[in-house]
T-cell receptor, first 110, second 113 residues
Framework: DAKTTQPPSMDCAEGRAANLPCNHS???????VYWYRQIHSQGPQYIIH???NNETNEMASLIITEDRKSSTLILPHATLRDTAVYYC???????????FGAGTRLFVKA | EAQVTQNPRYLITVTGKKLTVTCSQN?????MSWYRQDPGLGLRQIYY???????DKGDVPEGYKVSRKEKRNFPLILESPSPNQTSLYFC????????????FGPGTRLTVT
């Protein structure tokens, strides 16, 4: 797996966009970037993934830099319910282990 | 409703008393996995299974056993639990073509005294 680095915590005002960065400078050409979040002690929830193009779904947008060394998860209008730990992972292709790092704890404030 | 279920959700037991935590999914997923989550150590993978009768070790397999006799079920077995296995356990499943789009269960909080 490519090593991923995320800030330990971030704050965001309710209604504003939350931009969560992830560095994955050792990612190889065919490794995807996946994002999950975990609200309190619930099971993690898959959000989105991408390879090199920007991706958007009903939950979030994923922007991957052209060199693929970093990405940003965007929650366009953060709500209090988006307060959670967000994990960025870049698993190796051909393997089936999943390694989660420490993630970013996002606090959305009213 | 597509879901991963775990039982029990909470368990307090004593050292050495064998226990099984069950995990079941109704999505016909090939891939299933167990994780434990501890404060300061994050989510760590214990075992995973690519399909029936195919299992492999994750990062922290010591002290655990698994079996995959049916596609929908992936029980986690602690033959002789110890206090250092006190943790929050999650089961997850995904399709064989999208292994990393995992659906997680609600968690099992285990305390070993």
């Amino acid at each position: 797996d490519a090593k991923t680095t995320q800030p330990p915590s971030m704050d965001c005002a309710e209604g504003r966009a939350a931009n969560l960065p992830c560095n994955h400078s050792t990612i190889s050409g065919n490794e995807y970037v996946y994002w999950y979040r975990q609200i309190h002690s619930q099971g993690p929830q898959y959000i989105i993934h991408g390879l090199k193009n920007n991706e958007t779904n009903e939950m979030a947008s994923l922007i991957i830099t052209e060199d693929r060394k970093s990405s940003t998860l965007i929650l366009p209008h953060a709500t209090l319910r988006d307060t959670a730990v967000y994990y960025c992972i870049a698993p190796s292709t051909g393997g089936f282990k999943t390694i989660f790092g420490a993630g970013t704890r996002l606090f959305v404030k009213a | 409703e597509a879901q991963v279920t775990q039982n029990p959700r909470y368990l307090i037991t004593v050292t050495g008393k064998k226990l099984t935590v069950t995990c079941s999914q109704n999505m016909n997923h090939e891939y299933m996995s167990w994780y434990r989550q501890d404060p300061g150590l994050g989510l760590r993978q214990i075992y995973y299974s690519m399909n029936v009768e195919v299992t492999d070790k994750g990062d922290v397999p010591e002290g655990y056993k698994v079996s995959r006799k049916e596609k929908r079920n992936f029980p986690l077995i602690l033959e002789s639990p110890s206090p250092n296995q006190t943790s929050l356990y999650f089961c997850a499943s995904s399709s064989g073509t999208e292994v990393y789009e995992q659906y997680f269960g609600p968690g099992t909080r285990l305390t070993v005294t």
